[in-house]
């Protein structure tokens, strides 16, 4: 008794037809997965932030404690 031959013929077509809808759909899930668990969650995070950020008196504090060469304190 001997050994069957591998089915050569068309065995890419069959091994594509098998993986690429578990591709696509392990795909669509880490989509999903990112945007959801990490771009939402930053995007919530930065509009907390800006929420309550006064730009003005941040710049007004730098000036003050001497950060920026073309702006001197207020007390000079």
Known sequence: MSLQKPLMRGLLAKRLRFHVP???????LAA???KYGVTEPR?????????????TK???SM??????ES??????
Do not use: C, H, M, N
């Open 63 to 68: 000036r003050e404690a001497g950060v920026f």
């Open 22 to 28: 578990i591709a696509f759909a392990l795909s669509l």
């Open 58 to 60: 941040e710049f007004t």
């Open 43 to 55: 995007k919530q995070a930065y509009a907390d932030f800006y929420k309550y950020y006064d730009a």
């Open 71 to 76: 702006v001197r304190p207020t007390g000079e």
């Open 32 to 34: 999903v997965g990112w």
